[in-house]
């Protein structure tokens, strides 16, 4: 068995990042197809408990402690180094070692193995916060909620098992504005979640399109563009073409944003007009795919009035597959739900999101296939300009 597994490792890690997701997804089926029912109800039904018990690993910086130390670590140096009561952290340990997130040596002494390495990361811990304070509450809601509301799929922002979770009438966005620390798990997750190296920039032709662009008008203004990681990104990667960079977020967010030279950071909520007309680029990152269908509507008509006929509205989100979407696709589009009453699109679903505001999908550049990462080229229609 050891051995088997050994190949199959080997082979895993020498492949490329797509053969590596398809050996993670063959080894997790291969994985269920060996479980009776009581592992199906402990696999499922313990979800919740892992990720609970992972975020006391992280509220201890417990994972750190373990990749810094150079040997295991006993029960009473964790004690000591998290403040936590020696029984409770026997407990804590016992449970993440079964769950393989730290190894365990034999003689209750443990040490960092590679998903501890995974969860000693800045953008790991954010994520899991984010996860584990804002987004699992609605997951448990959203159950009854769609229970009650006659399983119609959900499309009012304002009724979603985030406020029966949270108890607000607000929507997370406005709902962050008093919980600092939710926001800055977001924040900090959302910046640091992508890859900086294969974005939008790597497949679009922005030269190609900037050509002559006028030094006084808007060139890339980034909608909701969180505290300007990507403003930054299209700065440094494009220094000399003229034009005004702009950030646009509410203002919660530009209150922390990065101080870029050359970006101009401006609260704007994008349910208001947009005050930049003519704009050579308004680009927006997984923004819409945050609004519910009449929402989506209602920022697609405030960038149409605003464009001119050489604007491009880039509309970067995941594009759907029609069939055969991945488990972490599927769980962003059943977040997206519970959070926002919003969705993932296929690629005609977004065709036709914006032929309902008039607007053409000209082309999609895939960027990176693995995630369905997408820039969508929308203009106004020919005919119209
Ligand atoms: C999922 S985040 C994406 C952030 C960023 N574009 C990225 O890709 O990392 C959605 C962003 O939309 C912003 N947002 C939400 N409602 C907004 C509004 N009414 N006006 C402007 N921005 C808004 C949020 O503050 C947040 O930064």
Redesign the pocket.
Known sequence: MEEALEVVRKLAVAASEDGRRKARVALHSMAASLENPNDTIHRLGHGHLQAAVVQIGIDLNLFQHLVESASPLTIQQLSEKTGAEFQLMTRVMRFLASIGTVSENGKAEYSANHTTRNLAEKLTQAGLSHYFTTAAPQYQALPKFLKDHDYKDPVDEKDTPFQVAHHTHLNS?AW?ASHPDELAYF?TY??L??KPDVTWLSAYPVVEEAVNWPAEKGLYI?????IG??CAQFKEKYPDIPGRVVL???EH?VAAALNTPGVENMP????EPQPILGAKFYY????L??QSPPNVRRVLENVKAAMGPDSILLV?ELVLPESGVSYIASSIDMTMMSAFASMERTEAQWRKTFEEVGLELRRSYTYYPQGYETVMDVRLPQTKL
């Open positions: 966005y962050f924040n959302m910046a979640r992508r980034n909608i909701g563009g969180s990681h990507q646009q977020d509410l967010s704007h909520d994008m349910f927006m990152r997984a923004v795919h945050n970067d």
